[in-house]
Structure formats: structure tokens, C-alpha cells
């Protein structure tokens, strides 16, 4: 069975740090980009950033470049998004998707992305 887990989101100051992860089963996410979205109520689902299958380039949208960073260990299955200096308006709930692509670039389209996960809550509050 086909399944993406995020899980590292929680309570967090504004200023804090965490790292997500998003972890594979089912598949191998060698020849997968895998990118990182979230929603926050009342708005469109972000693309947030991605990281390509192969090569490991990646892509951080404007609003979170400098402050989170995308990396992927194929050994372990697993994808992750360190965040930093995090804001109130970095807070919501968080999901991972992979796309079957090989390419050297990756984007964050969400229309692209084939297998998605169930998201995980990130909560900024002092």
C-alpha cells in the first residue's frame, strides 16, 4: 500500500524551529520529487518547497526562502523540511506529496503530485 506520513508539527514559538518529516511505505521515492505544501484555514493549499528525485535540487517558494530547507535521505524513505525563524503566518497544517519525475527541476504545483499525505498540524504561538 502506497502511503506518505508526515509527522514532526507541534506547538512552536514564534522564532523556533522544527523539522518535518515525511516518510514513504509502499513505494520508493527514488524516482519520485517530493514536495511540501500546507493550508491554512480558510485558504488555498501552498506549495511551500520541493526537492528533486535525483540530483537533490530544489525550490523554496519566496515567502519561506532562507528560513526552511528541503532535503531527502532515499536510504531512509524519508523527505524533510527544516523550519526556522518561523512566523505566525507559517502556521498551518502541513503535507507532503510525491510525483513521479526524474527531471532536474520540481515545482509546486499541487495538480502534479500524485500521492499525497494526511498532513501534519504546525501551531505558532507564543
Known amino acids: 500500500q502506497v502511503q506518505l506520513v508526515e509527522s514532526g508539527g507541534g506547538l512552536v514559538q514564534p522564532g523556533g524551529s522544527l523539522r518535518l518529516s515525511c516518510a514513504a511505505s509502499?513505494?520508493?521515492?527514488?524516482?519520485?520529487?517530493i514536495g511540501w505544501f500546507r493550508q491554512a484555514p480558510g485558504k488555498e493549499r501552498e506549495g511551500v518547497s520541493c526537492i528533486t528525485s535525483r540530483n537533490g535540487n530544489t525550490y523554496h517558494t519566496d515567502s519561506v526562502k532562507g528560513r526552511f530547507t528541503i532535503s531527502r535521505d532515499n536510504a531512509k524513505n524519508t523527505v524533510y523540511l527544516q523550519m526556522s525563524s518561523l512566523k505566525p503566518e507559517d502556521a498551518a497544517v502541513y503535507y507532503c506529496?510525491?510525483?513521479?519525475?526524474?527531471?532536474?527541476?520540481?515545482?509546486?504545483?499541487?495538480?502534479?503530485?500524485?500521492?499525497w499525505g494526511q498532513g501534519t498540524q504546525v501551531t505558532i504561538s507564543s
Open positions: 506529496a510525491a510525483r513521479p519525475s526524474t527531471k532536474n527541476a520540481c515545482d509546486v504545483a499541487p495538480r502534479w503530485y500524485t500521492y
Open positions: 509502499g513505494f520508493t521515492l527514488n524516482y519520485y520529487a
